[in-house]
């Protein structure tokens, strides 16, 4: 993407960086196993970063390095580099492509320049491309494609680009086509500079002449490329129109600007494994990335004296807690005081550079560096931070709601402090991450963004913080109602001497409509019960319908005190709620007790070739189809709407995922309540029986 080869600007002595040119934060993101932290890699490596690049599969790369991502395979979490090329610092932010994990990424891509997103040369992955894709562009974060692993693509790269572009709204704008030999991709051919590569193992290409057989490739592959840039530049367009040959600057020009303003997503080829196409990229992002103070524009912070973007919150086991932050504008030095969301002042404890897990002492960092901020308590991921009193906060992206939850079950009680404080960490750290306190079931439930995150959080409890708990299944909270009416004394009588216990009174108990509640009247005259005892007559009533004939809270039912007697000196308010107990525990099995299950309205977002096969996954779960249509602001997606019960949702989201290549997701929320008979209702009964006893 850039002309010139040598660095632009006159070089710091101390800095090994370019006067003026501030340091770039680029994210690496893309689908699940597309090869980010392969490419870090490669990366560090042809910058001097490492001697050579380390290997996923060996564990042995700079990113993936937490015990999690070791044992996984995959990255849990950011990972972080910065390098030195031709005299210009970046920092590049390795992000979790699994979408269990992708609001890591969400975060960082805030307050990043640009993004790199690696994807196979593979028009299968267009469904989780265009979920990254479309982040990016609704964010208006200028973004390139890198087509990885081209060594291995048998099909014509000029089939395969636009196979790929339903994944963008933008042009995507082919840089390069690859040079082909005996079926395999050996090099390749830059559109803009005009010249051939050969790729050579882990270092830089060699440059070669064009051969004949290509030339004819090339100048098509070229033609479209311009005609592409074209649409944008009216200047250029004119000189295609009159079949004059544009200047090379005209062309760097608008795949420059054209790229900072978002108006399309150049595509690059490479091979992160082998080293393959490295020093192409890191030349095209050096030369048409832009810099923080354009970032700080579209942020709307540019005004800010002092500003910071926090990304990522980090407990680490020596240094407490670290605050991820890319600097905006001005400078940020250690020790500083500085101010968050809450405008409560603090001071940076600690000021230190990343790589991995590595970390380096700085002394201040200034506008686009990303560093790690020690110790500010009060500082939470999202937050906008500074040194002057008050800053208008940067807008992050919400976290995604959770679509599967496990209960916590601790082995020693004693921890249970400990779980409190290793949650609230655990959750400031991944914000996808949440607690919900269930009153009807009394269970503590851990929820996320599917199987795979969950599992790393219970094991990160285990191992970073010491707590040793149990995943439990969730449980469903039931209720149960009556199909019909009755009319019950409850006598409560009891002398022991002295004093003793009256109390005496008639309920009618009827069902109401589905979803009415619970009401208690009074049709008392008369005095026959006096009113001072009536309040206490419901609370009884109250008392015994949090755990029904069938074990379940009872709804949906209306309660009228009818009669009853009273003694003078025996009668209290203990004697009249145990007398109204006692006549709900005695008349509500009489009024033919059912079950309820909770029934959740559902909108499931899938690609529109999947639609099918949703389609014939609900009924399996019992579900009723309300009906589907397009995915508003999403080409070639549907929602389908379902009502389909709550026992039914839990394990959801993984034959969703199963079904969609990993990038089906859905809401739920509560809608009704239904009955439910029979044999599964049986299974409820005697399953919450077991768990009783």
Excluded at 152 to 170: D, F, G, H, L
Excluded at 195 to 222: C, G, Q
Aim: glycine share 10%; net charge negative.
């Amino acid at each position: 993407m850039g002309q010139s080869d040598g660095p632009r600007g006159t070089q710091s002595a101390s800095t090994g960086q370019s006067s003026g040119r501030s340091t770039r934060c680029i994210a690496l993101i893309g689908p699940f196993l597309s090869g980010k932290t392969s490419l870090l890699e490669a990366i560090l490596a042809r910058t001097g970063g490492i001697v050579r690049a380390g290997s996923v599969a060996e564990k042995s790369s700079v990113g993936d390095s937490s015990p999690e991502a070791r044992d996984h395979g995959m990255s849990v979490q950011l990972n972080i580099a910065d390098v030195n090329f031709l005299g210009d610092t970046f920092t590049f932010i390795d992000c979790p492509g699994s979408i269990e994990f992708q609001h890591e990424g969400a975060e960082a891509l805030t307050a990043c320049d640009a993004a790199i997103v690696v994807s196979e040369p593979d028009p299968k992955r267009v469904p989780a491309l265009q979920v990254i894709l479309k982040q990016l562009e609704d964010r208006g974060i200028p973004h390139l494609l890198f087509l990885n692993k081209i060594e291995s693509c048998e099909t014509p790269i000029r089939e395969i680009v636009p196979a790929m572009q339903p994944a963008s709204t933008k042009p995507l704008v082919l840089r390069q086509i690859p040079i082909w030999e005996n079926g395999a991709a050996t090099g390749f051919i830059d559109l803009a500079l005009e010249r051939a590569f050969l790729f050579r193992k882990n270092a830089p290409s060699e440059m070669v002449e064009i051969k004949a057989a290509d030339l004819e490739r090339e100048k098509e592959a070229r033609f479209h490329m311009l005609e592409q840039l074209a649409d944008y530049d009216d200047a250029l367009m004119e000189k295609l129109l009159s079949d004059l040959a544009p200047e090379k600057e005209l062309v760097f020009a608008d795949l420059s600007r054209e790229f900072e303003d978002g108006l399309i997503c150049p595509v690059l080829l490479g091979s992160a494994q082998n080293g393959s196409g490295i020093l192409r990229l890191l030349k095209a992002i050096r030369h048409e990335v832009p810099f923080v103070g354009t970032t700080a524009k579209r942020l709307k912070i540019e005004n800010a004296k002092s500003a910071a973007y926090v990304m990522k919150t980090l407990y680490t086991g020596h240094g407490g807690k670290l605050s991820l932050a890319r600097v905006l504008t001005g400078d940020l030095p250690d020790g500083a005081t500085v101010s968050g969301g809450d405008a409560v002042e603090e001071r940076i404890a600690g000021l230190f550079s990343l790589k991995g897990e590595e970390t380096q002492k700085k002394a201040v960092a200034h506008a686009g560096d990303t560093v790690a901020l020690g110790r500010l308590d009060r500082v939470r991921t999202g937050n906008t931070i500074t040194t002057e009193k008050s800053v208008v906060q940067i807008a992050g992206p919400r976290p995604p709601d959770p679509v599967l939850a496990s209960g916590i079950g601790l082995q020693d009680r004693k921890d249970e402090v400990k779980l409190s404080s290793a949650l609230a960490k655990l959750i400031e750290e991944d914000p996808s991450l949440s607690i919900e306190h269930n009153k009807d079931t009394h269970q503590v439930l851990l929820k996320g963004q599917g199987e795979m995150h969950l599992r790393v959080a219970f094991e990160r409890l285990q191992r970073k913080y010491g707590v040793v708990v149990e995943r439990q299944k969730r449980q469903v909270p039931y209720k149960e109602t009556i199909r019909k009416a009755t009319e019950i004394r409850g006598r409560h009588k009891k002398q022991s001497g002295g004093h003793g216990q009256f109390g005496d009174v008639v309920l009618s108990i009827a069902p109401q409509p589905r979803g009415s509640g619970f009401a208690f009247n009074d049709t008392i005259t008369g005095g026959v019960v006096p009113k001072q005892y009536i309040p206490s007559v419901e609370i009884g009533v109250v008392d015994y319908m949090k755990h029904g004939p069938l074990g379940f809270p009872v709804v949906d039912i209306v309660v009228t005190l009818t009669d009853g007697s009273f003694h003078t000196v025996d009668s209290s308010d203990m004697a009249f709620r145990q007398a109204g107990r006692l006549a709900m525990s005695e008349g509500l099995p009489k009024c033919q007790p059912v079950l309820l299950e909770p029934v959740m309205a559902v909108d499931i977002s899938v690609p529109s070739d999947a639609t099918a096969r949703i389609n014939a996954m609900i009924p399996q779960r019992r579900g009723q189809i309300l009906g589907f249509d397009a995915r508003q602001g999403w080409p070639g997606w549907d929602v389908v709407s379902a009502h389909i019960p709550e026992s039914e949702i839990e394990d959801l989201i993984v034959e969703l995922r199963s079904a969609t290549s990993g990038v089906g997701t859905y809401t739920a929320k509560f809608d009704h309540l239904a009955e439910l008979t029979g044999r599964l209702a049986d299974q409820v009964l005697v399953s919450h029986g077991e768990a009783a006893e």
